[in-house]
Protein backbone atom coordinates (compact mmCIF):
# COMPACT_ATOMS: atom_id res chain seq x y z
CA UNK A 1 0.00 0.00 0.00
CA UNK A 2 2.89 2.18 0.48
CA UNK A 3 3.24 2.71 -3.19
CA UNK A 4 -0.05 4.75 -3.61
CA UNK A 5 1.09 7.70 -2.51
CA UNK A 6 -2.37 9.58 -2.52
CA UNK A 7 -4.37 6.87 -1.09
CA UNK A 8 -1.33 7.47 1.70
CA UNK A 9 -1.78 11.10 1.89
CA UNK A 10 -5.72 11.29 2.56
CA UNK A 11 -5.22 8.12 4.99
CA UNK A 12 -2.73 10.33 6.98
CA UNK A 13 -4.56 13.52 6.51
CA UNK A 14 -7.80 11.83 8.08
CA UNK A 15 -6.05 10.25 10.87
CA UNK A 16 -7.58 7.04 10.23
CA UNK A 17 -6.12 4.54 12.57
CA UNK A 18 -7.34 1.73 10.05
CA UNK A 19 -4.27 2.27 8.20
CA UNK A 20 -1.84 2.00 11.23
CA UNK A 21 0.64 -1.08 10.73
CA UNK A 22 -0.29 -0.74 6.89
CA UNK A 23 2.24 1.91 6.13
CA UNK A 24 4.39 4.55 7.86
CA UNK A 25 4.86 8.02 7.49
CA UNK A 26 8.23 9.58 7.46
CA UNK A 27 8.69 13.68 7.55
CA UNK A 28 11.54 14.15 5.78
CA UNK A 29 12.03 18.28 7.19
CA UNK A 30 11.83 17.03 10.61
CA UNK A 31 13.29 13.34 10.43
CA UNK A 32 10.75 11.82 12.13
CA UNK A 33 8.40 8.89 11.74
CA UNK A 34 4.77 8.36 12.59
CA UNK A 35 1.76 6.24 12.37
CA UNK A 36 -1.20 7.40 10.00
CA UNK A 37 -3.39 8.54 12.95
CA UNK A 38 -0.54 10.05 14.62
CA UNK A 39 -2.66 12.99 16.21
CA UNK A 40 -0.14 16.32 15.18
CA UNK A 41 -0.79 18.59 12.20
CA UNK A 42 -0.27 16.30 9.22
CA UNK A 43 2.67 17.74 7.16
CA UNK A 44 2.50 18.57 3.24
CA UNK A 45 2.44 16.26 1.23
CA UNK A 46 5.77 16.69 -0.42
CA UNK A 47 7.88 16.41 2.74
CA UNK A 48 5.76 12.51 3.18
CA UNK A 49 7.80 9.77 2.40
CA UNK A 50 5.71 6.36 2.95
CA UNK A 51 7.46 2.99 4.12
CA UNK A 52 5.98 -0.25 4.80
CA UNK A 53 7.64 -0.92 8.01
CA UNK A 54 9.16 0.74 10.94
CA UNK A 55 12.25 -0.59 10.74
CA UNK A 56 12.42 0.51 6.81
CA UNK A 57 12.06 4.28 8.29
CA UNK A 58 14.64 3.01 10.91
CA UNK A 59 16.98 2.37 8.54
CA UNK A 60 16.68 5.39 6.33
CA UNK A 61 17.35 7.30 9.64
CA UNK A 62 14.21 8.57 10.90
CA UNK A 63 13.52 8.43 14.50
CA UNK A 64 10.27 7.16 16.26
CA UNK A 65 7.34 10.29 17.21
CA UNK A 66 7.25 10.47 20.75
CA UNK A 67 3.40 11.30 20.39
CA UNK A 68 2.15 8.46 18.61
CA UNK A 69 4.10 5.91 19.36
CA UNK A 70 4.46 4.23 15.81
CA UNK A 71 6.91 1.31 17.09
CA UNK A 72 3.31 0.20 19.07
CA UNK A 73 1.42 0.08 15.71
CA UNK A 74 -0.50 -3.44 15.24
CA UNK A 75 1.25 -5.78 13.21
CA UNK A 76 0.47 -5.21 9.44
CA UNK A 77 -2.69 -8.09 7.73
CA UNK A 78 -0.42 -8.96 4.77
CA UNK A 79 1.39 -11.72 7.54
CA UNK A 80 -2.28 -13.24 8.17
CA UNK A 81 -3.56 -13.10 4.54
CA UNK A 82 -0.60 -14.52 3.14
CA UNK A 83 1.42 -17.50 3.68
CA UNK A 84 4.38 -17.22 0.88
CA UNK A 85 7.76 -16.61 2.07
CA UNK A 86 8.15 -12.79 2.80
CA UNK A 87 4.74 -13.55 4.86
CA UNK A 88 6.70 -16.55 6.88
CA UNK A 89 10.13 -15.00 7.06
CA UNK A 90 8.04 -11.76 9.28
CA UNK A 91 6.07 -14.30 11.53
CA UNK A 92 9.17 -15.96 12.35
CA UNK A 93 10.87 -12.68 13.22
CA UNK A 94 7.98 -10.90 15.21
CA UNK A 95 8.46 -14.77 17.01
CA UNK A 96 12.16 -13.75 17.93
CA UNK A 97 13.89 -16.35 15.58
CA UNK A 98 16.28 -14.15 14.18
CA UNK A 99 17.29 -12.87 17.88
CA UNK A 100 17.21 -16.64 18.81
CA UNK A 101 18.88 -18.36 15.84
CA UNK A 102 19.88 -15.60 13.85
CA UNK A 103 19.36 -15.25 9.73
CA UNK A 104 21.05 -18.03 9.20
CA UNK A 105 18.21 -20.10 11.35
CA UNK A 106 15.77 -18.12 9.75
CA UNK A 107 16.61 -19.20 6.45
CA UNK A 108 16.82 -23.00 7.31
CA UNK A 109 13.37 -22.71 8.64
CA UNK A 110 11.91 -21.48 5.44
CA UNK A 111 14.51 -23.61 2.97
CA UNK A 112 16.23 -21.01 1.30
CA UNK A 113 19.58 -19.30 1.36
CA UNK A 114 20.26 -15.90 3.75
CA UNK A 115 21.11 -14.02 0.92
CA UNK A 116 17.53 -15.33 -0.81
CA UNK A 117 15.89 -13.99 2.36
CA UNK A 118 17.40 -11.00 2.73
CA UNK A 119 16.72 -10.11 -1.19
CA UNK A 120 13.03 -10.45 -0.41
CA UNK A 121 12.56 -8.82 2.80
CA UNK A 122 14.74 -5.82 0.95
CA UNK A 123 12.60 -5.49 -2.19
CA UNK A 124 9.17 -5.68 -0.20
CA UNK A 125 9.44 -4.06 2.91
CA UNK A 126 12.80 -1.99 2.73
CA UNK A 127 14.28 -3.74 5.34
CA UNK A 128 16.30 -7.21 5.79
CA UNK A 129 16.20 -9.44 8.18
CA UNK A 130 18.60 -8.10 10.88
CA UNK A 131 16.88 -4.57 10.58
CA UNK A 132 13.33 -5.82 11.16
CA UNK A 133 14.73 -7.91 14.07
CA UNK A 134 16.17 -4.95 15.53
CA UNK A 135 13.25 -2.73 15.22
CA UNK A 136 11.94 -5.46 17.16
CA UNK A 137 14.50 -5.00 20.00
CA UNK A 138 13.95 -1.96 20.29
CA UNK A 139 10.19 -2.08 21.48
CA UNK A 140 11.10 -5.03 23.44
CA UNK A 141 12.87 -2.98 25.49
CA UNK A 142 10.99 0.24 25.35
CA UNK A 143 7.83 -2.08 26.61
CA UNK A 144 10.45 -3.26 29.55
CA UNK A 145 11.96 0.05 30.40
CA UNK A 146 8.34 1.49 30.90
CA UNK A 147 6.97 -1.36 32.24
CA UNK A 148 9.59 -2.92 34.84
CA UNK A 149 11.97 -1.79 37.45
CA UNK A 150 14.26 -4.14 35.53
CA UNK A 151 17.76 -2.85 35.57
CA UNK A 152 19.22 -1.30 32.26
CA UNK A 153 21.70 -4.05 32.24
CA UNK A 154 19.08 -6.59 32.25
CA UNK A 155 16.34 -5.67 30.30
CA UNK A 156 19.43 -4.80 27.38
CA UNK A 157 19.80 -8.60 26.78
CA UNK A 158 16.64 -9.27 27.53
CA UNK A 159 15.15 -7.97 24.46
CA UNK A 160 17.96 -9.56 22.60
CA UNK A 161 20.89 -6.70 22.17
CA UNK A 162 24.16 -8.22 22.05
CA UNK A 163 25.49 -5.75 24.42
CA UNK A 164 24.48 -2.54 26.46
CA UNK A 165 26.13 -0.21 24.68
CA UNK A 166 24.06 -1.34 21.44
CA UNK A 167 21.11 -1.13 23.65
CA UNK A 168 21.73 2.67 24.59
CA UNK A 169 22.80 3.47 21.05
CA UNK A 170 19.54 1.90 19.35
CA UNK A 171 17.51 3.59 21.90
CA UNK A 172 18.99 6.67 21.09
CA UNK A 173 18.49 6.58 17.99
CA UNK A 174 14.73 5.30 17.48
CA UNK A 175 13.66 7.33 20.13
CA UNK A 176 15.68 9.83 20.15
CA UNK A 177 15.63 9.79 24.66
CA UNK A 178 17.85 7.48 26.51
CA UNK A 179 16.65 4.48 28.12
CA UNK A 180 16.71 6.49 31.76
CA UNK A 181 14.73 9.51 29.67
CA UNK A 182 12.31 7.12 28.53
CA UNK A 183 11.90 5.56 31.95
CA UNK A 184 11.49 9.31 33.61
CA UNK A 185 8.92 10.03 31.01
CA UNK A 186 6.81 6.67 31.71
CA UNK A 187 6.76 7.51 35.51
CA UNK A 188 5.39 11.03 34.66
CA UNK A 189 2.47 10.00 32.84
CA UNK A 190 0.69 8.96 36.24
CA UNK A 191 -0.23 5.46 34.77
CA UNK A 192 -1.51 2.25 36.71
CA UNK A 193 0.59 1.38 39.68
CA UNK A 194 3.47 -0.87 38.96
CA UNK A 195 2.82 -4.07 38.76
CA UNK A 196 4.35 -6.75 41.02
CA UNK A 197 8.33 -8.09 40.62
CA UNK A 198 8.36 -10.29 37.58
CA UNK A 199 4.79 -9.60 36.42
CA UNK A 200 4.84 -7.54 33.04
CA UNK A 201 1.72 -5.29 32.30
CA UNK A 202 0.85 -3.54 28.95
CA UNK A 203 -1.46 -3.05 26.13
CA UNK A 204 -2.17 -5.23 23.11
CA UNK A 205 -3.49 -2.89 20.50
CA UNK A 206 -5.66 -3.78 17.26
CA UNK A 207 -7.35 -2.98 14.86
CA UNK A 208 -11.27 -1.59 15.77
CA UNK A 209 -13.57 -3.11 15.43
CA UNK A 210 -13.20 -6.09 17.63
CA UNK A 211 -16.44 -8.77 19.11
CA UNK A 212 -14.92 -9.73 21.84
CA UNK A 213 -18.15 -12.29 22.69
CA UNK A 214 -16.76 -15.56 19.97
CA UNK A 215 -13.14 -15.09 20.66
CA UNK A 216 -12.76 -15.24 24.23
CA UNK A 217 -16.19 -17.21 24.44
CA UNK A 218 -14.72 -19.91 22.47
CA UNK A 219 -11.30 -19.89 24.80
CA UNK A 220 -13.09 -20.09 28.01
CA UNK A 221 -15.52 -22.72 26.74
CA UNK A 222 -12.91 -25.07 25.87
CA UNK A 223 -10.57 -24.28 28.42
CA UNK A 224 -8.17 -27.37 29.36
CA UNK A 225 -8.22 -27.78 33.06
CA UNK A 226 -4.92 -26.90 34.61
CA UNK A 227 -3.90 -25.22 31.47
CA UNK A 228 -6.39 -22.24 30.84
CA UNK A 229 -8.82 -21.04 32.68
CA UNK A 230 -11.19 -17.89 32.44
CA UNK A 231 -10.80 -15.60 36.15
CA UNK A 232 -11.50 -12.40 36.78
CA UNK A 233 -12.68 -11.21 33.58
CA UNK A 234 -9.83 -12.64 32.07
CA UNK A 235 -8.20 -15.75 29.98
CA UNK A 236 -5.79 -16.67 31.70
CA UNK A 237 -2.96 -19.77 30.51
CA UNK A 238 0.34 -21.03 31.16
CA UNK A 239 2.70 -20.93 27.78
CA UNK A 240 5.94 -22.91 26.75
CA UNK A 241 8.59 -20.72 26.18
CA UNK A 242 11.89 -20.88 25.08
CA UNK A 243 14.13 -20.11 27.67
CA UNK A 244 11.62 -20.92 30.87
CA UNK A 245 7.24 -20.83 30.84
CA UNK A 246 5.37 -18.17 31.83
CA UNK A 247 1.36 -17.45 32.96
CA UNK A 248 -0.57 -14.61 30.47
CA UNK A 249 -3.57 -13.35 31.34
CA UNK A 250 -5.92 -11.12 28.78
CA UNK A 251 -8.73 -9.05 29.16
CA UNK A 252 -10.68 -7.73 26.58
CA UNK A 253 -10.86 -3.71 26.96
CA UNK A 254 -12.87 -1.21 24.76
CA UNK A 255 -9.88 0.35 22.68
CA UNK A 256 -7.40 -2.27 23.72
CA UNK A 257 -6.48 -5.92 25.50
CA UNK A 258 -5.22 -5.63 28.56
CA UNK A 259 -2.22 -8.25 29.14
CA UNK A 260 -0.83 -9.40 32.09
CA UNK A 261 2.45 -11.78 31.50
CA UNK A 262 4.69 -13.28 34.42
CA UNK A 263 7.37 -15.23 32.98
CA UNK A 264 10.62 -17.03 34.44
CA UNK A 265 12.75 -15.31 31.76
CA UNK A 266 12.31 -11.97 30.50
CA UNK A 267 14.13 -12.48 27.04
CA UNK A 268 11.13 -14.53 26.27
CA UNK A 269 8.39 -11.51 25.98
CA UNK A 270 9.12 -10.87 22.36
CA UNK A 271 7.83 -14.31 21.60
CA UNK A 272 5.33 -14.24 24.50
CA UNK A 273 3.80 -10.72 23.12
CA UNK A 274 3.86 -12.47 19.75
CA UNK A 275 1.71 -16.17 20.58
CA UNK A 276 -0.80 -13.71 22.52
CA UNK A 277 -1.47 -11.39 19.35
CA UNK A 278 -1.39 -14.53 17.37
CA UNK A 279 -3.80 -16.33 19.45
CA UNK A 280 -6.72 -13.67 19.67
CA UNK A 281 -5.90 -12.86 15.70
CA UNK A 282 -5.40 -9.19 16.47
CA UNK A 283 -3.42 -8.11 13.56
CA UNK A 284 -6.83 -8.88 11.69
CA UNK A 285 -8.17 -6.05 9.07
CA UNK A 286 -11.68 -6.34 10.63
CA UNK A 287 -13.09 -3.69 7.66
CA UNK A 288 -11.99 -5.61 4.82
CA UNK A 289 -13.13 -8.86 6.13
CA UNK A 290 -16.78 -7.21 6.80
CA UNK A 291 -16.86 -5.77 3.91
CA UNK A 292 -16.27 -8.61 1.57
CA UNK A 293 -19.03 -10.37 3.73
CA UNK A 294 -21.24 -7.95 3.90
CA UNK A 295 -21.66 -8.65 0.12
CA UNK A 296 -23.41 -11.82 0.29
CA UNK A 297 -27.19 -10.92 1.74
CA UNK A 298 -27.58 -13.40 4.23
CA UNK A 299 -24.26 -12.76 5.91
CA UNK A 300 -24.48 -9.47 5.93
CA UNK A 301 -27.51 -8.75 9.22
CA UNK A 302 -25.33 -11.55 11.22
CA UNK A 303 -22.02 -9.14 10.61
CA UNK A 304 -24.24 -5.69 11.15
CA UNK A 305 -25.10 -7.16 14.63
CA UNK A 306 -21.54 -8.08 15.68
CA UNK A 307 -18.60 -6.69 13.22
CA UNK A 308 -15.13 -7.40 13.98
CA UNK A 309 -15.23 -11.10 14.65
CA UNK A 310 -11.90 -12.39 14.78
CA UNK A 311 -10.74 -16.30 14.40
CA UNK A 312 -9.57 -17.58 17.98
CA UNK A 313 -6.44 -19.45 17.52
CA UNK A 314 -3.69 -20.67 19.98
CA UNK A 315 -0.18 -20.34 21.28
CA UNK A 316 0.98 -23.70 19.94
CA UNK A 317 0.23 -25.28 17.03
CA UNK A 318 1.41 -28.87 17.92
CA UNK A 319 -1.15 -28.37 20.96
CA UNK A 320 -3.38 -27.56 19.00
CA UNK A 321 -3.34 -30.66 16.37
CA UNK A 322 -3.62 -32.60 19.67
CA UNK A 323 -6.47 -31.17 20.93
CA UNK A 324 -8.37 -31.66 17.41
CA UNK A 325 -7.96 -34.79 17.57
CA UNK A 326 -9.58 -35.35 20.87
CA UNK A 327 -12.12 -33.12 20.14
CA UNK A 328 -13.11 -35.61 17.19
CA UNK A 329 -16.93 -36.29 17.06
CA UNK A 330 -17.27 -35.57 21.00
CA UNK A 331 -18.42 -32.52 22.92
CA UNK A 332 -16.68 -30.04 24.12
CA UNK A 333 -16.79 -31.03 27.82
CA UNK A 334 -15.41 -34.47 26.51
CA UNK A 335 -13.05 -33.05 24.50
CA UNK A 336 -12.10 -31.17 27.72
CA UNK A 337 -11.72 -33.90 29.83
CA UNK A 338 -9.58 -36.05 27.37
CA UNK A 339 -7.08 -33.10 27.20
CA UNK A 340 -6.86 -32.47 30.88
CA UNK A 341 -6.05 -36.21 31.73
CA UNK A 342 -3.38 -35.67 29.22
CA UNK A 343 -1.87 -32.79 31.01
CA UNK A 344 -2.23 -34.26 34.31
CA UNK A 345 -0.44 -37.26 33.56
CA UNK A 346 2.28 -35.81 31.11
CA UNK A 347 2.10 -31.75 31.64
CA UNK A 348 5.10 -30.46 33.35
CA UNK A 349 3.45 -28.92 36.87
CA UNK A 350 3.92 -25.39 37.18
CA UNK A 351 3.42 -22.65 40.37
CA UNK A 352 0.83 -20.19 39.83
CA UNK A 353 -0.06 -17.98 43.28
CA UNK A 354 -2.71 -15.61 41.27
CA UNK A 355 -5.23 -18.63 40.59
CA UNK A 356 -5.57 -22.43 39.20
CA UNK A 357 -2.93 -23.40 36.71
CA UNK A 358 -1.19 -26.21 37.30
CA UNK A 359 0.64 -27.61 34.42
CA UNK A 360 2.28 -26.80 30.84
CA UNK A 361 0.37 -28.32 28.38
CA UNK A 362 3.12 -31.75 27.50
CA UNK A 363 4.86 -31.51 24.25
CA UNK A 364 5.15 -33.59 21.39
CA UNK A 365 7.82 -35.58 22.82
CA UNK A 366 6.50 -36.10 26.43
CA UNK A 367 3.70 -37.47 24.42
CA UNK A 368 5.33 -39.70 22.53
CA UNK A 369 5.81 -41.69 25.59
CA UNK A 370 1.78 -42.56 26.70
CA UNK A 371 0.52 -45.67 26.52
CA UNK A 372 -2.50 -46.19 24.00
CA UNK A 373 -4.49 -48.30 26.20
CA UNK A 374 -4.30 -46.32 28.98
CA UNK A 375 -6.63 -43.13 26.67
CA UNK A 376 -10.14 -43.62 26.68
CA UNK A 377 -10.87 -43.33 23.31
CA UNK A 378 -11.61 -45.62 20.65
CA UNK A 379 -8.84 -47.88 19.00
CA UNK A 380 -9.43 -45.76 15.70
CA UNK A 381 -8.37 -42.55 17.35
CA UNK A 382 -5.92 -43.73 19.36
CA UNK A 383 -3.72 -44.82 16.48
CA UNK A 384 -4.70 -41.88 15.16
CA UNK A 385 -3.38 -39.52 17.96
CA UNK A 386 -0.48 -41.69 18.63
CA UNK A 387 0.42 -41.16 14.62
CA UNK A 388 -0.17 -37.64 14.72
CA UNK A 389 2.40 -37.43 18.48
CA UNK A 390 4.80 -39.42 16.79
CA UNK A 391 4.81 -37.64 13.57
CA UNK A 392 5.02 -34.41 15.64
CA UNK A 393 7.88 -35.86 17.78
CA UNK A 394 10.16 -37.01 15.33
CA UNK A 395 10.10 -33.67 12.98
CA UNK A 396 8.26 -35.12 10.04
CA UNK A 397 5.49 -32.89 10.60
CA UNK A 398 6.15 -29.62 11.68
CA UNK A 399 3.21 -26.69 12.28
CA UNK A 400 3.69 -23.57 13.45
CA UNK A 401 3.22 -19.72 12.38
CA UNK A 402 5.95 -20.34 8.97
CA UNK A 403 3.95 -23.54 8.10
CA UNK A 404 3.23 -23.47 4.19
CA UNK A 405 -0.69 -24.06 4.61
CA UNK A 406 -0.70 -26.29 1.26
CA UNK A 407 1.74 -28.40 2.64
CA UNK A 408 0.59 -28.86 5.76
CA UNK A 409 -2.71 -29.91 4.51
CA UNK A 410 -1.19 -32.49 2.51
CA UNK A 411 0.75 -33.96 5.23
CA UNK A 412 -1.86 -34.19 7.89
CA UNK A 413 -4.63 -35.45 5.21
CA UNK A 414 -2.24 -38.38 4.87
CA UNK A 415 -2.14 -39.51 8.25
CA UNK A 416 -4.62 -41.75 9.70
CA UNK A 417 -8.03 -40.77 10.45
CA UNK A 418 -7.61 -37.26 9.54
CA UNK A 419 -10.68 -36.17 7.50
CA UNK A 420 -11.59 -32.68 5.87
CA UNK A 421 -13.28 -31.53 9.37
CA UNK A 422 -9.83 -32.39 11.07
CA UNK A 423 -7.71 -30.92 8.60
CA UNK A 424 -9.08 -27.23 7.81
CA UNK A 425 -9.61 -26.40 12.17
CA UNK A 426 -5.91 -27.15 12.33
CA UNK A 427 -5.31 -24.55 9.49
CA UNK A 428 -7.96 -22.34 10.67
CA UNK A 429 -7.24 -22.08 14.38
CA UNK A 430 -2.94 -23.27 14.04
CA UNK A 431 -1.87 -21.67 11.28
CA UNK A 432 -3.89 -19.28 11.12
CA UNK A 433 -5.39 -19.55 6.97
CA UNK A 434 -7.99 -17.09 6.71
CA UNK A 435 -9.59 -19.49 3.94
CA UNK A 436 -9.71 -22.53 6.01
CA UNK A 437 -13.54 -23.70 5.69
CA UNK A 438 -15.26 -26.32 7.21
CA UNK A 439 -18.65 -27.08 4.93
CA UNK A 440 -18.70 -30.65 7.22
CA UNK A 441 -19.05 -29.29 10.85
CA UNK A 442 -22.12 -29.51 12.32
CA UNK A 443 -22.60 -25.94 13.46
CA UNK A 444 -21.93 -24.93 10.39
CA UNK A 445 -24.66 -26.94 8.76
CA UNK A 446 -27.22 -25.89 10.91
CA UNK A 447 -26.44 -22.29 10.53
CA UNK A 448 -26.72 -22.63 6.88
CA UNK A 449 -29.72 -24.40 7.15
CA UNK A 450 -31.43 -21.57 9.58
CA UNK A 451 -30.55 -18.72 6.85
CA UNK A 452 -31.61 -20.43 3.67
CA UNK A 453 -27.89 -20.91 2.62
CA UNK A 454 -27.07 -24.19 0.66
CA UNK A 455 -27.64 -27.40 2.88
CA UNK A 456 -25.12 -29.70 1.31
CA UNK A 457 -21.37 -29.45 2.29
CA UNK A 458 -20.51 -29.08 -1.93
CA UNK A 459 -22.93 -26.60 -2.38
CA UNK A 460 -21.93 -24.63 0.39
CA UNK A 461 -18.88 -24.52 -0.15
CA UNK A 462 -19.43 -23.47 -4.04
CA UNK A 463 -21.70 -20.98 -2.34
CA UNK A 464 -18.72 -19.79 -0.05
CA UNK A 465 -16.46 -19.05 -2.81
CA UNK A 466 -17.30 -15.09 -3.10
CA UNK A 467 -16.65 -15.24 0.19
CA UNK A 468 -12.84 -16.00 -0.42
CA UNK A 469 -10.26 -15.19 1.01
CA UNK A 470 -11.97 -14.79 4.42
CA UNK A 471 -13.87 -17.74 4.90
CA UNK A 472 -12.36 -18.60 8.25
CA UNK A 473 -14.01 -15.22 9.39
CA UNK A 474 -17.61 -16.09 7.67
CA UNK A 475 -17.31 -19.26 9.87
CA UNK A 476 -17.22 -17.59 12.88
CA UNK A 477 -20.30 -15.75 12.20
CA UNK A 478 -22.26 -18.65 10.86
CA UNK A 479 -20.74 -20.13 14.44
CA UNK A 480 -22.29 -17.25 16.26
CA UNK A 481 -25.94 -18.29 15.13
CA UNK A 482 -25.63 -20.95 17.59
CA UNK A 483 -26.74 -20.43 21.18
CA UNK A 484 -23.77 -22.33 22.36
CA UNK A 485 -20.89 -21.26 25.13
CA UNK A 486 -18.29 -20.64 23.04
CA UNK A 487 -20.52 -17.66 21.64
CA UNK A 488 -20.81 -15.78 24.88
CA UNK A 489 -17.95 -13.49 26.92
CA UNK A 490 -18.31 -15.58 30.15
CA UNK A 491 -19.77 -13.74 33.54
Sequence with gaps: MHTDTERCVRAVRSKDARFDGWFFTAVRTTGIYCRPSCPVVPPKAENMTFYPSAAACQQAGFRA????RPDTSPGSPEWNARADTVARAMRLIQDGVVDREGVPGLATRLGYSTRQ???????ELGAGPLALARAQRAQTARLLIETTALPMAEIAFAAGFSSVRTFNDTVREVFA?????????AGRTGGPPAPAPGVISLRLPYRAPLDPSNLFGHLAATAVPGVEEWRDGAYRRTLALPYGHGVVALTPRPDHVACRLSLTDPRDLTLAISRCRWL??????????DEQLRADPLLRPLVDTAPGRRVPRTVDAAEFAVRAVLGQQVSTAAARTHAARLVTAYG?????????????FPDPVALAGLDPEALALPRSRRTTLTTLVGALADGSLKLGVDSDWDQARAQLAALPGFGPWTVEVIAMRALGDPDAFLPTDLGMRRAAAGLGLPATPAALTAHAAAWRPWRAYAVQYLWATDDHPINHLPA
Design 65 to 68: CKRC
Design 177 to 185: LTPGELRSR
Design 280 to 289: LDLDADPVAV
Design 348 to 360: TPVDDPEGGLTHL
Design 117 to 123: IERQLLA
